[in-house]
C-alpha cells in the first residue's frame, strides 16, 4: 500500500508541475486519463489507455515528461509506460504491455504494433448519433455513384482504371493509397465512392466508411471536447477501406493532420486501402505538414481532366437513359457544346431545363434551351452544333436532311454535304474524325477535301460565295 501510495503522490506532484506548462485541454485530454501504476527504485510506471495515447506523449511531450520525473526522482528517475493494448479480454482485466520511454520523442519502433479491436464492442462510431446502437458500420457512400454511372473518356482514364483495380483488390494493389485530384465538379466523390461501393458489392464483410475532411476534423475536435479521443482513432484504425474527400481542406488543421498521420500509418502498415481526394495534386497542396504530403504521394495520384466533347454528349446521354426522357439531339449537342466547365454543371443545367420544361408544358426544343439555359451559358462566342448547321443548310438549299448523310453523289446533295462540313470545321470543337462519323460515317479524310473544296469554291465562284456568306449570317443570328 505504501509503493502504491508513493507512486501516486509522485504523479501527482508530476501532474502539478505538467499542468502549468501546458493549456488546460492538452491537460484533460493527454493527462488525465493516466494513473500511476507503480514505482519500483527511481522507475516509475504509468498506465495509458492505448498505444496511440503512448505515441502522443512521446512524441509531443516526451521532454517535459523526463525532465518532471527527474526532478521528482533525481537524475537517475526513468519513466515506463504500462499500454492498454485490449480492452475487450472476457476475463475482465485488460490486456498491457509494458514499453520503457525512448526518451528522445521517437516512437516510430513501436508504431506498427497491431492494435485488437473488436468493432461491435468497444468503439464508439462517430457516424452514430449517442442512444442510437447499431452494430454494422454504416460506409456513407451514395449507391448511385458507381463505375456503371462513371463515363469513361480520355479525361478520367486513368484514374478511373486505377480506381476499378483498387475496388478488385484494396490494399492489395501498388496503388495505396489513391489519390484522385482535379477541378471542381469533374467526378472526384463519384469515382472515390465508386470504388467504396465496389468494394461493397464484392466484398461485403469489408469495413469501408467515406468521410469528408470536414467531417473528420469536427469528429476529432468533438471526440476532444468529449475526452473520447480513444474511440474515435481506434474507430477509423479498424477500417479496412477510408475514403477521405477533400484532403486539401486540412490545410492549418495541424492537430487534426497529426491524429490522421497516426491513422494512415497504422492503416497503411496493416495492408489497407485509403483513398483520398482533392482539388490540386499532393506537389501543390498548401499548409500541410511535409511527412503527410510524403504518404500522400507514396501510392498513385491520378488526375481528372474537363471532358471532351464527346464524352460531355455520352454523360447527358446516359443521364437520360437514367431519367427515362428522350431529348433532340440538337438540344442535347447545344448543351455539351456550350457548357463545359465541369460535369456537374452540364448535368445541373439538364435539371434545369427538366423542370423548366415540366413547369411550362413545353416539349423541349433548341429554342426553349437557349433561353432557359442562359444563366449557365457564359456569355462569349457560343458554339452551335453540327445538327444545327446540318439543319440550316438543307432549308438553305430545300433537299432533304436525311440525304446529307446517305451516300448519294447528286450534285445537290454533295453541295449542301461539303458546306455542312466546312461551317461544322468552323463553328464547332468537333474534330475532323467526329465530323465526318456525323456525316454519314466519313473519314476524316473526306472532311478535309470537303473543307478545301469549298474554300476554292468561295474563292473562284460568286454565287458559292454567296451560298457560304448568307448561311454564315444565319448562324450567326443563331
Known sequence: MTMEKTCTEVWKNCLQIIKDNIPNQSF????????????DGKVLTIQVPSLFFYEWLEEHYVGLLRKTVKKQLGDEGRLEYNIVVDKSSNSGS????NIPSNGNGAAAKFQSMPIPVSINKDIKNPFIIPGLKKLNVDPQLNSN???ENYIEGDCNRLARSAGYAVAAKPGGTSFNPLMIYGGVGLGKTHLAQAIGNEIKRNMPDKLVIYVSCEKFCQQFVDSLKNNTIND????YQAMDVIIMDDVHNFAGKEKTQDIFFHIFNHLHQSGKQVILSSDKAPKDLAGLEERLLSRFKWGLSADLQIPDLETRIAILRKKMYADGIELPNEVVEYVAHNIDNNVRE?????VSLLAQSTLNKKDIDLNLAKQMLKNFIKNTSK????EYIQKLVCEYFEVPVDMVKSPTRKREIVQARQISMYLSKSHTKSSLKTIGAFFGGRDHSTVIYACQTVEDLIDTDKKFKGYVHDIQK???MN
Open 145 to 147: 455513384y458507381t463505375f
Open 474 to 476: 444565319k448562324l450567326k
Open 383 to 386: 458554339e452551335i452544333s453540327m
Open 94 to 97: 485488460p490486456y498491457t504491455t
Open 28 to 39: 484533460k485530454t493527454w493527462f488525465e486519463p493516466i494513473s500511476a501504476l507503480k514505482l
Open 346 to 350: 452540364l448535368e445541373g443545367a439538364m
Open 232 to 235: 474515435f482513432v481506434n474507430f
